[in-house]
Each structure stands twice: as structure tokens, then as C-alpha cells.
């Protein structure tokens, strides 16, 4: 039997590394962007996989985000950012995904949808805790200086 040439192993090679470098891609898709699951892989073990990896992300937010959980409830937070998570895959780091959890929140109660963020002293204190960390600088000291301000926003 005659033995493969440098260029045919080469070739074999780099089919193999393509190969997978697919697989992966779709292995990651499936795990943080709720993609259909790959051939080859068994889909009740990535589900468990994928509860467990935004479990952690919800874990990073409520640290580097602790109103959050005091605001809407550890139990309510961590089901509604759950819902948030799937299928939408992290991108810009912990701060700007707590930042867009708290956004869909208002978002999703603004047209008069129940949510997380339905009831109103709930709305008000999201509201309250995303405009200070949105704008471009904090919002202004002192009581009366802060309520002038969020008034003129809306």
C-alpha cells in the first residue's frame, strides 16, 4: 500500500480542522445563541449545559448588578433574565448585559405587557436604576437637582 503524499496529508488535515471548526461554531451556537442542536450531539445534555451557562451569567450581572435582584426579587430576576438570556447571546461584558436586561424590562412592560417589570413601584425603581447607568454621565446630586432632571427626560 502506497503512503499518502505530503500534499494529499495536508489536504486530509486541513479537511479535518474545517470539519471541526464547524462542529464547534455549531456546538457554541447551540450553547449561548439557542441554535438548533448539531448532528451528532445529544440535545438533552446541551440543554442542561445551556441552563447552566446563563445560570452563571446571571450569577456575574447580580454581582456586578446587585440592585437588580433586590429590585425585581432574586427568584423573579433570575426567571425573567433567563427568559432574556436565550437566544441572546452576550456581547460588551457583564455591566452592558445587565444594562440591556434592565432595558428589555422596560421595554417589555411599555406597551402595557405584563412582565417582571409590571407593577409600578418595580417600573419606577428599574426605571430609576437604568437611567443613572445609561446616560453619558451620572445623573445630578441632591434630591431636587435629580427630580428636575428626570422630569425633563420623561
Same mark, same amino acid.
Given at each position: 500500500m502506497a503512503e499518502p503524499s505530503g500534499t494529499? !496529508? !495536508? =489536504?486530509?488535515l486541513s479537511g479535518a480542522r474545517e470539519r471541526l471548526s =464547524? @462542529?464547534?461554531a455549531g456546538l457554541l451556537a447551540t450553547l449561548v445563541?439557542?441554535?438548533p #442542536?448539531?448532528?451528532?450531539?445529544?440535545?438533552? /445534555? $446541551?440543554?442542561v449545559? =445551556?441552563? @447552566? &451557562?446563563?445560570?452563571? =451569567? !446571571?450569577?456575574? #450581572?447580580?454581582?456586578?448588578?446587585? %440592585? &437588580?435582584?433586590?429590585?425585581?426579587?432574586? *427568584?423573579?430576576? /433570575?426567571? +425573567?433574565?433567563a427568559a432574556y438570556a436565550r437566544g441572546?447571546?452576550? *456581547?460588551?461584558?457583564? /455591566?452592558?448585559?445587565? $444594562?440591556?436586561? @434592565?432595558?428589555? &424590562? &422596560? %421595554?417589555?412592560?411599555?406597551?402595557? /405587557?405584563?412582565?417582571p417589570? +409590571?407593577?409600578r413601584s418595580t417600573r419606577r425603581k428599574l426605571r430609576l436604576w437604568w437611567l443613572e447607568r445609561s446616560g453619558p454621565e451620572p445623573l445630578p446630586q441632591g434630591r431636587i437637582r435629580r427630580r428636575l432632571h428626570l422630569l425633563r427626560l420623561g
Open positions: 494529499d !496529508a !495536508a =489536504r486530509d =464547524r @462542529a464547534q445563541a439557542g441554535a #442542536v448539531p448532528p451528532g450531539f445529544d440535545a438533552d /445534555r $446541551l440543554e449545559q =445551556r441552563r @447552566a &451557562l446563563i445560570g452563571k =451569567r !446571571a450569577d456575574v #450581572v447580580a454581582k456586578v448588578a446587585p %440592585e &437588580l435582584p433586590q429590585i425585581l426579587g432574586e *427568584t423573579v430576576f /433570575r426567571s +425573567a433574565f441572546r447571546p452576550m *456581547t460588551g461584558g457583564y /455591566r452592558l448585559d445587565a $444594562l440591556n436586561f @434592565a432595558g428589555h &424590562l &422596560l %421595554e417589555q412592560g411599555a406597551d402595557g /405587557r405584563k412582565g417589570a +409590571a407593577d
